[in-house]
């Protein structure tokens, strides 16, 4: 699923989630604002785990 | 009010700050909120997890999993070494061998794995031994600095200083230190700061600060840090750690005499309590709405409270417990004018306490009885009990400033001279002074003519 994300949610997410890296820091070396990157994140994020419900739903039709 | 969208939810995951007050109290009542968060959070967690990851990453794909991996592996080495360095630390008997050890210094015991073994014993010892707990900490804290930052992830150098300076707070709030308990407590949630998301350990950390300040009667700071550690607590879904915060700040309405207010709180977490089928939280909370409803003069609420409170203490077997709930029962008895059995109960309660060897919280009944026996029976009587507890005092070695206001108060009973506020005056200073051991007694300002 992560695969299927564009490469800005992708990596957003990563250095979010994996490395731990904080908003702030993200927002610096992007030159954005932490808010824009805090809002991208909950985008990504919904949107990978939107496509985790369907998956899990579809999986558990008869 | 609407319940919360999951943007909004999704965006407190993110950044917890980002929620308005009145957003945050309609997350601390709504369960289908907390469920919603509660599904956002986990998914959360799995993000976090490395094997989410495995293959996809394109800034250090297989080195970042890699180096997880084997900082997992070293963790758990580290963590079964130090069980085998430490062995013979582990009982508070070894506590001098311990300290002459030096083992800060010495560079084989120089791991996170020690470190956190010192911080998992400290946490464990508080209660039976805190000035043991208190070197663990410390050690443990003198270890986590001395890490090579190269050598961990930064993260985990940042949760491992947070934690030992965490135990040290502990340590040294059970101890009575309470402004060093205050600086620790500092130096912890800067740590957990650093980190770069909110942890169980921030939310624990919050809530040692709100006691700290509670037990130096600093009522106003105290209940924000409650209210810190509940939010942070909620956030996080540690419903325990939750109604703590929420137990505590119950207490500081009760000190601020918000009877009405403190026993809603425990109310709730009574309810929690029964839900959960938690007989601990049920007995503790019934004995605290108990006191608020007595101090309400409700007394059928009172006794209710207190007797389902003695009831499961008694079938745990909790001993000292038992004895708290039969002195409030004892007071309940001289409210509703039964002063006899109240004088009887309340002399059980001391010789109870005193074989306990909880000789302040004696001496905080022993005060209770002298304002009974003021009301009933003479000064003769004060100075007799009040005679007894000094001497137990004097027999057990603690000469503390307790001693000091208790014979302060026998001496105007033996003198004719007591009042109700001067008895008032004591007990306040008693109650304290067992929270804070170095306060120094200072006999009251003469009354006014």
Redesign the interface.
């Known amino acids: 699923m992560?695969?299927r994300l564009g490469?800005s949610c992708?990596?957003t997410?990563?250095?979010?989630?994996?490395?731990?890296?904080?908003?702030i820091a993200i927002a610096e070396q992007r030159q954005k604002t932490s808010n824009y990157i805090?809002?991208l994140?909950?985008y990504c994020?919904?949107r990978?785990?939107s496509m985790?419900i369907a998956t899990t739903s579809r999986e558990s039709l008869p | 009010m609407k319940h919360l969208s999951?943007?909004t939810l999704?965006?407190y995951a993110?950044?917890a700050t980002?929620l308005s007050a009145e957003e945050r109290d309609h997350l601390a009542a709504c369960h289908d909120c907390q469920r919603a968060l509660a599904g956002?959070q986990t998914?959360?967690s799995v993000?976090?997890e490395?094997e989410?990851?495995v293959g996809?990453?394109?800034?250090a794909p297989r080195q970042?999993n890699d180096d997880l991996r084997a900082f997992a592996v070293r963790f758990a080495e580290e963590d079964a070494e130090a069980l085998e360095l430490l062995d013979e630390f582990k009982e508070p008997v070894a506590a001098a061998r311990f300290v002459w050890a030096g083992i800060a210094a010495k560079p084989r015991f120089r791991t996170g794995g020690v470190a956190r073994l010192l911080c998992r014993w400290a946490n464990g010892m508080c209660e039976r031994d805190p000035l043991y707990a208190l070197k663990l900490a410390e050690v443990a804290t003198q270890i986590s600095y001395a890490l090579p930052d190269t050598s961990y992830p930064r993260?985990a150098i940042h949760e491992l200083r947070g934690e030992a300076l965490k135990e040290q707070a502990n340590a040294l709030r059970f101890l009575g230190r309470l402004p060093a308990a205050l600086r620790a407590v500092t130096k912890s949630e800067l740590e957990y700061r650093r980190?770069?998301?909110e942890n169980l350990g921030l939310a624990a950390v919050k809530y040692v600060r709100g006691c700290v300040h509670y037990e130096q009667d600093e009522l106003d700071d105290a209940e924000a840090a409650a209210h810190d550690a509940a939010d942070a607590s909620l956030r996080l879904g540690l419903a325990d750690t939750y109604m703590n915060a929420r137990h505590l700040l119950g207490h500081v309405l009760f000190d601020r005499q918000e009877y009405a207010a403190a026993a809603n709180v425990f109310e709730g977490i009574l309810r929690y309590g029964k839900a959960k089928g938690s007989v601990v939280w049920i007995a503790r909370e019934s004995l605290s709405a108990g006191g608020c409803y007595l101090e309400l003069g409700r007394a059928a609420e009172a006794r209710h409270h207190l007797d389902d409170a003695r009831r499961l203490f008694s079938e745990m077997g909790f001993l000292t417990e038992i004895t708290r709930v039969d002195w409030a029962i004892a007071r309940l008895m001289f409210s509703e004018g039964n002063i006899p059995e109240a004088v009887h109960r309340l002399r059980r309660c001391i010789a109870e306490l005193t074989s306990h060897e909880m000789l302040t919280e004696a001496a905080v009944v022993a005060v209770d009885l002298a304002e009974i026996l003021h009301a009933t029976s003479g000064p003769r009587e004060i100075a007799k009990v009040l005679a007894n507890v000094v001497r137990t005092f004097m027999d057990a070695g603690k000469l503390t400033s307790v001693l000091t206001a208790l014979a302060y108060l026998k001496d105007a009973a033996t003198a004719g001279t007591v009042t109700p506020g001067l008895v008032a005056y004591v007990r306040r200073f008693v109650q304290r002074a067992e929270r804070q051991p170095e306060l120094l007694f200072v006999p009251p300002p003469p009354d006014p003519v």
């Open positions: 992560l695969a490469a992708r990596d997410l990563e250095r979010f989630y994996l490395l731990g890296e904080s908003a805090r809002r994140l909950n994020r919904n990978v785990r985790y | 999951q943007r999704g965006l993110i950044e980002l956002i998914f959360d993000l976090r490395p989410t990851w996809l990453s394109d800034a970042t993260n980190l770069p998301h």
